[in-house]
T-cell receptor, first 113, second 110 residues
Framework: EPEVTQTPSHQVTQMGQEVILRCVPISNHLYFYWYRQILGQKVEFLVSFYNNEISEKSEIFDDQFSVERPDGSNFTLKIRSTKLEDSAMYFC???????????FGPGTRLLVL | KNEVEQSPQNLTAQEGEFITINCSYSVGISALHWLQQHPGGGIVSLFMLSSGKKKHGRLIATINIQEKHSSLHITASHPRDSAVYICAVTPNFGNEKLTFGTGTRLTIIP
């Protein structure tokens, strides 16, 4: 069964460093999302992406964040200069079409020291 | 902004018991989702519904659009059902981003 994959599963970085989180959505899906979950808190929306552009972003998604779909399969989230408060589990999700189920990747656990 | 509330926050039950988890939301939606999150963190979609009732195995999800309320039921609960169950909603407009509840931590004791 097709699934969303994410790499790496864990990443530890120093404050101020850049990180790139990678996702491979399900191949015939058209809508892509990044969510994050700070430890002990609920999952929060970061950004949605459709037709090679951002369709919506949350207040969290400031200038330090960017997303890209560089090659038609990968979907990346870049954090330019990480802060301690960026430590969280980051989930990628995708869906095929309107009113269809979102499928989640296994997540990347990011720890900023 | 839609507020999604779940109850209870924590639930411990004996194996075999009938489980109910509740979710309410504040603003009209296009769909409500029930998700399962296991200790490793991965999230799996269980149901997406916009009206009525859906059943999958021992899991049943219902929604009342007028009352802005949904329930997730588990019949004949089993220890492997132990997980966090999350309610999430998609709005009537836009890109169908999910707004999540805080989750219900379910523990089934053998």
């Amino acid at each position: 069964e097709p699934e969303v994959t994410q790499t790496p599963s864990h990443q530890v970085t120093q404050m101020g460093q850049e990180v790139i989180l990678r996702c491979v959505p399900i191949s015939n899906h058209l809508y892509f999302y990044w969510y994050r979950q700070i430890l002990g808190q609920k999952v929060e929306f970061l950004v949605s992406f459709y037709n090679n552009e951002i369709s919506e972003k949350s207040e969290i998604f400031d200038d330090q964040f960017s997303v890209e779909r560089p090659d038609g399969s990968n979907f990346t989230l870049k954090i330019r200069s990480t802060k301690l408060e960026d430590s969280a589990m980051y989930f990628c999700a995708s869906r095929r079409g309107h009113q269809e189920t979102q499928y989640f990747g296994p997540g990347t656990r990011l720890l900023v020291l | 902004k839609n507020e999604v509330e779940q109850s209870p926050q924590n639930l411990t039950a004996q194996e075999g018991e009938f489980i109910t988890i509740n979710c309410s939301y504040s603003v009209g939606i296009s769909a409500l989702h029930w998700l399962q999150q296991h200790p490793g963190g991965g999230i799996v979609s269980l149901f997406m519904l916009s009206s009525g009732k859906k059943k999958h195995g021992r899991l049943i999800a219902t929604i009342n659009i007028q009352e802005k309320h949904s329930s997730l039921h588990i019949t004949a609960s089993h220890p492997r059902d132990s997980a966090v169950y999350i309610c999430a909603v998609t709005p009537n407009f836009g890109n169908e981003k999910l707004t999540f509840g805080t989750g219900t931590r379910l523990t089934i004791i053998p």
